[in-house]
């Protein structure tokens, strides 16, 4: 019987913010909710709700779906090349909105210190990234 190998290249298909806040992940959602006149919303994923808190939002005029979540998990980096980073904001479906004017928007916020887009190609542990 022949066996066949199923090579699934996963979508790394979004857009990816890193924030430095030394803040609680609840202070800067409602931070980027105002700002953006968006709902980020605390997901009850129970696959997720384990390891850190998921935030979520999609937006029903252009499809763009937002997350925030935090790069630390009991203390121990999600993405550990990237362990100065404290939060991420991923985006998906983003074809309206150029990653660096939410980064010079988001430098408005007093609590955030710094924030940059993020290479998905130079990360090795991107794997992570997908849910």
């Not at 992940?25 to 006149?37: A, E, G, M, R």
């Not at 660096?100 to 940059?116: H, N, P, S």
Request: charged share 25%; with cysteine; hydrophobic share 35%.
């Amino acid at each position: 019987m022949a066996k066949y190998q199923l090579d699934i290249e996963p979508d790394y298909n979004f857009d990816l913010i890193g924030i430095i806040a030394h803040c609680k992940d609840y202070q800067l959602c409602w931070s980027i909710n105002k700002l953006f006149n968006i709902s980020l919303k605390k997901t009850d994923e129970k696959e997720f709700s384990s390891y850190f808190d998921l935030y979520h939002y999609k937006s029903e005029e252009d499809h763009i779906e937002y997350f925030l979540f935090s790069n630390k998990t009991n203390n121990t980096p999600v993405i550990p090349e990237l362990k100065q980073i404290d939060y991420f904001l991923m985006l998906r479906n983003n074809s309206f909105i150029e990653p660096q004017q939410i980064i010079d928007k988001l430098r408005q916020l007093d609590i955030i210190i710094m924030t940059q887009a993020i290479d998905l190609s130079k990360l090795k542990s991107k794997e992570k990234l997908i849910f």
